[in-house]
């Protein structure tokens, strides 16, 4: 069935590292794919998107391009600071279910 | 402009009882979705909700259930809660499913439920 794999966490970087969290997906048609992040005690925030292959979501550093050959979107930012600790959810949207489809999440700590 | 808005936040109930979780969207916004967030199950969606009817829905028992008032304001019920009901219960908003919209879906901060 449908499906989005992240790599498993925590990843722990220390500040201005470079950042890669790996999120492959199985799905039918041509989803559109989202980076979603969670802050403690909080819901989830958009971070980026991109509705077709080749397209290239970006926001506050972070970016992420739609691999349609490789069926990935691998979530990038060059420089990490402590504030983006957090869990990164990647997710794709299955518009005949009207639904998103979640990874596991990935915890990302950074270290001073 | 105003964001997701979810309350009650925090929830404590007792196993069989019932609870109600309100959602209002963000403005302009028609479409409601529900998920359950829990440790063991990751997020999973629960239904969605678009002018007041019930377009979609998850892999739940009859006991979730939910509905759309015509602002677009959203409920979920849960009836016979059990012990595995305890959850973080977030609200997702979007405009709609029209070509062009980018399928955006924005969340509230949820509301956390413990059933004892």
């Known amino acids: 069935g449908d499906s989005v794999t992240q790599m498993e966490g925590p990843v722990t970087l220390s500040e201005e590292a470079f950042l890669t969290i790996n999120c492959t997906y199985t799905a039918t048609g041509y989803p559109s794919l989202f980076w979603y992040v969670q802050y403690p005690g909080e819901g989830l925030q958009l971070l980026l998107k991109?509705?077709?292959?080749?397209d290239k979501g970006s926001n506050k550093g972070f970016e992420a391009t739609y691999r349609k050959e490789t069926t990935s979107f691998h979530l990038e930012k060059g420089s990490v600071q402590v504030s983006d600790s957090a869990v990164y959810f990647c997710a794709y949207m299955d518009t005949g279910r009207r639904a998103l489809t979640f990874g596991s999440g990935t915890r990302l700590q950074v270290q001073p | 402009k105003a964001g997701v808005t979810q309350t009650p936040r925090y929830l404590i109930k007792t196993r069989g009882q019932q609870v109600t979780l309100s959602c209002s969207p963000i403005s302009g916004h028609r479409s409601v979705s529900w998920y359950q967030q829990t440790p063991g199950q990751g997020l999973q969606f629960l239904f969605e909700?678009?002018?007041?009817?019930?377009?979609n829905k998850g892999n739940f028992p009859g006991r979730f259930s939910g509905r759309q008032f015509s602002n677009s304001r959203s409920e979920m019920n849960v009836s016979t809660l059990e012990l595995g009901d305890s959850a973080l219960y977030l609200c997702?908003?979007?405009?709609?499913?029209?070509?062009?919209?980018?399928?955006?879906?924005?969340f509230g901060p949820g509301t956390r439920l413990t059933v004892t």
């Open positions: 991109a509705t077709k292959a080749d």
């Open positions: 997702a908003s979007s405009r709609g499913w029209q070509a062009g919209s980018g399928y955006e879906q924005y």
């Open positions: 909700y678009f002018s007041e009817t019930q377009r």
